[in-house]
DNA sequence: CAGAGTTTGTCGCAATCCCCACATCCGTGC
DNA sequence: GCACGGATGTGGGGATTGCGACAAACTCTG
């Protein structure tokens, strides 16, 4: 593979113990795995050193030992949305399955960044022809994307690698030029005053969505119900319709008993 | 190749080769790191068979290979089915050494989506910090984004699966309210005309960013030069510097006789 | 049933890695 | 100066892996 001749940026002097296992973690951000014999050529010391500063690293937990180098440890990768993605994919599964009937060729959708959301997208992308879908999730941008008749606006902001979307003021200034058939927005908790999560900057983009589109439907897993989160989204009134996987119990049924917010069993 | 020998719970005795190929990725979401001699034993086949699904697994990108294993993949590494990012590594990751030598902490970038620029900026996001990347790929922002020192600010516009970017007029718009120290951008092809691409809405892209910032750095490898492409993106005048992999040909020499894009060769 | 194609096993050698003991270098404090 | 501990380099034996080539077993199809 990619030999390290006389490395440019590597052969500057010789880094202290510190500052190689610093640029070990560095690469590991890069590359998924990192092979000692590669590392030791690159800062010019032998691979019973790199060995040293692995099994170091190893023993704090920082990076996971493989047979000749390292690799990303699976918690400090990405514990976030690539955890909550692989949980209750069954539930989200049919809450995708069910949304998608709700859409039909020739809309504008809007869809903000999240796990359950990400599963309905995936069925968008499978299922459906001729939409318009703006969203602020790279993630839900690359898959829908694939999809030729899908056109695929996204918005701009800061990039927040845990929830693989952008944030801040640029998308909701950004999302305010357009106008959409349906938002479909994913939520923290939910509760009699409305949708709510955990996170202001996420919310903000929530609201957003559900101002500029003509109807909104929030697509929460059964657990959801009760949670109440830090900020509440929007009052209940706004949410055109709520799907789920499972009647929500009881004690939270009076979310639906105005009718407002239609409830929706996948 | 896709093909599913419909396998039902009947086999405890082996496992076909899908049922491994399953087990091996689930054992990864336990595990950060299976080697193939512990799966071969628990599977009850051979090493070598065990490699081919490893190696099989890594070639789709589910996993990432490691000497004697496998490791989970960073997931904002591998989506590059696209083949152009997989030919002149060597060249290419020359070129982004050298390149990153030119950014300093502080510093505030323009970069635009391509195959060379996103060696670049894996380089940066293992070498830097304290940087802020403004860029149109989200491929890019994925990556610098594993890097918490490191600000992305990700342009608007339409989705281009092809590119892994955003274009069209709002990328545009959205750039002219930032301003950088650099820009760096790819190119089709360089000529004594100047950088030029195959894509007017490519050009348009790197014409905002570079009209943006102070300096423009042009990352092209040696086999660019000479090449003509639909249109020229701006005149000489207004590239800064030029890094590439090796001299270019006597023949296009005459691109830097004036000394205006400083050559650089990494 | 035959034949083509796929999957897996076997074998051997070269390359790579691991581990251990010991030597060397260097800065620190006495 | 000198002892000392930490960090690093050296060398070799032993184990593991990678790779290519070939054969055996199996699957599917006509």
Redesign the pocket.
């Known amino acids: 593979m990619a030999r390290a001749p006389a490395d440019h940026g590597a052969m500057k002097r010789?880094?202290?113990?510190q500052a190689?296992q610093d640029r070990i973690v560095a690469e590991l951000r890069a590359n998924p795995t990192v092979?000692?014999?590669?590392l030791?050529r690159a800062f010019?010391?032998?691979?019973?050193?790199?060995?040293?500063?692995?099994?170091a690293l190893s023993r704090e937990g920082v990076v996971s030992?493989?047979?000749?180098?390292a690799a990303v440890t699976a918690l400090a990768h990405e514990p976030s949305l690539d955890e909550r993605a692989n949980i209750l994919v069954e539930e989200r599964t049919r809450i995708a399955n069910c949304a998608v009937s709700f859409v039909q060729p020739g809309d504008v959708l809007m869809i903000d960044s999240g796990a359950t959301t990400s599963h309905f997208v995936r069925r968008l992308a499978v299922e459906l022809k001729d939409i318009t879908i703006i969203t602020n999730s790279i993630g839900h941008a690359a898959v829908a994307g694939t999809n030729p008749s899908i056109k695929v606006i996204l918005a701009p902001g800061y990039y927040v690698a845990r929830e693989r979307g952008t944030y801040g003021p640029e998308v909701a200034e950004f999302l305010r030029r357009y106008r959409a058939n349906h938002a479909f927005i994913g939520a923290g908790g939910m509760t009699v005053e409305g949708p709510n999560d955990v996170s202001a900057e996420l919310c903000w983009v929530k609201r957003a969505m559900i101002e500029r589109a003509g109807s909104c439907t929030l697509l929460v897993d059964h657990g959801k119900f009760g949670n109440l989160g830090l900020e509440v989204i929007c009052p209940l009134e706004r949410v055109t319709r709520v799907i789920t996987d499972s009647p929500p119990p009881p004690e939270h049924q009076p979310i639906f008993l105005k009718g407002k917010p239609e409830l929706v069993i996948g």
Chains 1, 2 share one sequence.
Not at 14 to 17: A, S
Not at 44 to 55: I, L
């Open positions: 010789k880094l202290g113990k190689r092979r000692i014999s590669a030791a010019g010391v032998t691979t019973e050193t790199v060995r040293r500063d692995v099994d030992r493989t047979y000749g180098g």
